[in-house]
């Protein structure tokens, strides 16, 4: 049973629009949400983090969303760039230190020139 | 400073071998957790290490093992490999909770 779903495998987006990706949890346990985007043969990077005390954070282009009583979140990109092409893997943790991540199962983000 | 270190980059056993994967965390990072990723299942976690203790641990068979070292460097053993085992591992440190930092995985090929 998936704690961390991402229900797109793939989208596509036209350099210059908005890249809106999702992903929603089941376990209300989770206080720490984080975005990480994976080239091919490389590690997963960290991109952007946000705590269940807040409901949006921004750090450039990059910003991201949370709804607790949905147990959702997104993350927008404006404006997507070809070189955001990756894939986008969203993160979740409790409230102990240390605890693992459960990560969802990524979603394959292609932006368009 | 350097990134997280994994040995060796690509492997291809043969089934029912065994295989051991090492992993150099950043400097002074005390936590060291695996991952398996696999298409479709995106990162799975198989155990955590924090001053040479297990401390969490994924659902994973027994043939998946793991050990720190006191230098904080970890290594991962998987024994009677099966194909299903033929995925990308990846090696995580972190340092207070803010979030890991991958090496760039072995690419492990069963065949």
């Known amino acids: 049973d998936q704690q961390v779903k991402q229900n797109s495998p793939s989208l596509s987006v036209q350099e210059g629009r908005i890249s809106i990706l999702n992903c929603d949890y089941t376990?209300?346990?989770?206080?720490?949400f984080l975005w990480y985007k994976k080239y091919p043969a490389e590690g997963p990077t960290f991109l952007i983090s946000?705590?269940?005390?807040?409901d949006k954070n921004e750090d450039g282009r990059f910003t991201v969303f949370l709804n607790k009583s949905a147990k959702h979140l997104s993350l927008h990109i404006v404006p997507s760039q070809p070189g955001d092409s990756a894939v986008y893997f969203c993160?979740?943790?409790?409230?102990?230190?240390?605890?693992?991540?459960?990560f969802g199962p990524g979603t394959r983000l292609s932006v368009l020139p | 400073k350097a990134g997280v270190t994994q040995t060796p980059r690509y492997l291809i056993k043969t089934r029912g071998q065994q295989v051991t994967l090492s992993c150099s965390p950043i400097?002074?990072?005390?936590?060291v957790s695996w991952y398996q990723q696999t298409p479709g299942q995106g990162l799975q976690f198989l155990f955590e290490?924090?001053?040479?203790?297990?401390?969490n641990k994924g659902n994973f068979p027994g043939r998946f093992s793991g050990r720190q070292f006191s230098n904080s460097r970890s290594e991962m053993n998987v024994s009677t490999l099966e194909l299903g085992d033929s995925a990308l591992y990846l090696c995580?440190?972190?340092?207070?909770?803010?979030?890991?930092?991958f090496g760039s995985g072995t690419r492990l090929t069963v065949v």
């Open positions: 993160a979740a943790s409790g409230k102990n230190y240390g605890q693992n991540f459960v």
């Open positions: 376990n209300s346990m989770f206080d720490y």
């Open positions: 946000i705590s269940s005390i807040k």
């Open positions: 995580a440190s972190m340092a207070g909770n803010y979030g890991y930092t």
């Open positions: 290490y924090f001053s040479e203790t297990q401390r």
């Open positions: 400097s002074g990072h005390r936590s």
